[in-house]
């Protein structure tokens, strides 16, 4: 399978498990964050699409995933709701987390093994945009598995300086 065709399916994948991991969920703000990852990895398969198919390396636009999950966080914050997660939701969310960075890892790969400077580049902005969703999901789950205080620490507070 060659390094495009890879990056297509790491991108699926992860997509389908977001997908998953929404209807795991009631809570209408992680399903927002789920979904806006759901959008991100769509937004990566076209990207590679595009590459494999055309030899041309899109530019990639920064979103701000981080800055909006941390504005759902902070509505959650604001309605003082009572949370009652298990473990194994943190678990799908380890779990993603893994998925990501085999992402991230790849990507890094990619542009090791690439000549063209445009397409270097763009390899590393995705392993970059891969590692933000491993830093998200690592505060779902911090905040899965311990919501009442994981608001009110440090880490929340610098979601979107990453």
Same mark, same amino acid.
Request: aromatic share 10%; proline share 1%.
């Given at each position: 399978?060659?390094?495009?065709?890879?990056?297509?399916?790491?991108?699926?994948?992860?997509?389908?498990?977001? +997908? /998953? *991991?929404?209807?795991?969920? =009631?809570?209408?703000?992680?399903?927002?964050?789920? $979904?806006?990852?759901?959008? &991100? @990895?769509?937004?990566?398969?076209?990207?590679?699409?595009?590459?494999?198919?055309?030899?041309?390396?899109?530019?990639?636009?920064?979103?701000?995933?981080?800055?909006?999950?941390?504005?759902?966080?902070?509505?959650?914050?604001? +309605? /003082? *709701?009572?949370?009652?997660? =298990?473990?194994?939701?943190?678990?799908?969310?380890? $779990?993603?987390?893994?998925? &990501? @960075?085999?992402?991230?890892?790849?990507?890094?790969?990619?542009?090791?093994?690439?000549?063209?400077?445009?397409?270097?580049?763009?390899?590393?902005?995705?392993?970059?945009?891969?590692?933000?969703?491993?830093?998200?999901?690592?505060?779902?789950?911090?905040?899965?598995?311990?919501?009442?205080?994981?608001?009110?620490?440090?880490?929340?507070?610098?979601?979107? @300086?990453?």
């Amino acid at each position: 399978m060659n390094i495009y065709k890879y990056a297509l399916k790491l991108e699926k994948d992860s997509e389908g498990y977001y +997908k /998953k *991991l929404i209807s795991k969920t =009631d809570d209408v703000g992680l399903q927002t964050i789920l $979904k806006m990852l759901v959008d &991100e @990895e769509v937004k990566h398969f076209n990207i590679v699409e595009q590459m494999m198919k055309t030899d041309t390396y899109p530019e990639l636009i920064e979103t701000n995933l981080l800055k909006n999950a941390r504005n759902i966080f902070e509505k959650i914050k604001g +309605k /003082k *709701l009572e949370f009652s997660f =298990d473990l194994t939701q943190a678990d799908f969310y380890r $779990k993603a987390q893994e998925i &990501e @960075e085999k992402s991230h890892q790849h990507y890094l790969e990619m542009s090791g093994k690439v000549e063209d400077k445009a397409q270097k580049n763009l390899l590393l902005k995705l392993a970059e945009e891969e590692k933000k969703h491993m830093f998200l999901l690592e505060n779902l789950v911090e905040f899965v598995s311990r919501p009442d205080t994981w608001i009110e620490d440090a880490e929340f507070n610098h979601l979107d @300086e990453y």
